[in-house]
Structure formats: structure tokens, C-alpha cells
């Protein structure tokens, strides 16, 4: 079993960046794909971005492609998302989930076993 606890949220104006972190406690980080997946008030939740257990592969939503960067660092037990360039549409609660390595890529919620309680990203001038 794995905690995660997203942090790094805040406002920020159009054009701005921000870092969030999603840090784990529990069973090795390694072993876990995550990925970050976004909500926005009466909107579906939406898969961002996803990194591998490896960190050897990545994947964006094409809505973030060129702006957002996901990274892990499993001595640190944490995996970032560096946002540049954010934009009104990018307000949402940010959430980084975790699933087994041999899952594979996925931006389905069901696919993903654990979760962190969200961190809220609100982008407005």
C-alpha cells in the first residue's frame, strides 16, 4: 500500500508557472506507475500526464503537451509536475494516483488504486 500527498498548488496568473509534488509513503515509489490527473468544478475528471516506474516513459494529455513536465525522483519518493505557461482552462484540483508497474500507461481513473486528496491550481489574473 502506498499514501500520496499532492502539495505545490496556489494561484498563479495566466502565463505563470507552478511545481506540484505528490509525495509517498509506504511500499517503494518504484514500483508504482503515477500519474496526475486534474478536475475542474463540474467538469469529469481528466488524465494529464503519467510517468512510468522507471521514469523511462511519459505521457501528456494533448491539452498540456509542450507546457507541462512530469519527473520522478524515488530516492526522494516524489514525482513533480512543473507547469509553465498556464492558462484560465488549467483551474482545477490536481490529483497524482498511483498503479502497479505492469499496468502500463492509462488515463482511466478505475485503472489507478491509489490517491492522494488533491491540491487546488487556480489560474486568473
Known amino acids: 500500500q502506498v499514501q500520496l500527498v499532492e502539495s505545490g498548488g496556489g494561484l498563479v496568473q495566466p502565463g505563470g508557472s507552478l511545481r506540484l509534488s505528490c509525495a509517498s509513503s509506504?511500499?517503494?515509489?518504484?514500483?508504482?506507475?503515477i500519474a496526475w490527473f486534474r478536475q475542474a468544478p463540474g467538469k469529469e475528471r481528466e488524465g494529464v500526464s503519467y510517468i512510468s516506474h522507471s521514469g523511462g516513459s511519459t505521457n501528456y494529455a494533448d491539452s498540456v503537451k509542450g507546457r507541462f513536465t512530469i519527473s520522478r525522483d524515488d530516492a526522494k519518493s516524489t514525482v513533480y509536475l512543473q507547469m509553465n505557461s498556464l492558462k484560465p482552462e488549467d483551474t482545477a484540483s490536481y490529483y497524482c494516483a498511483a498503479r502497479p508497474y505492469y499496468g502500463g500507461s492509462s488515463f482511466r481513473s478505475q485503472d489507478y488504486i491509489y490517491w492522494g486528496q488533491g491540491t487546488q491550481v487556480t489560474v486568473s489574473s
Open positions: 509506504g511500499y517503494p515509489l518504484s514500483y508504482y506507475g
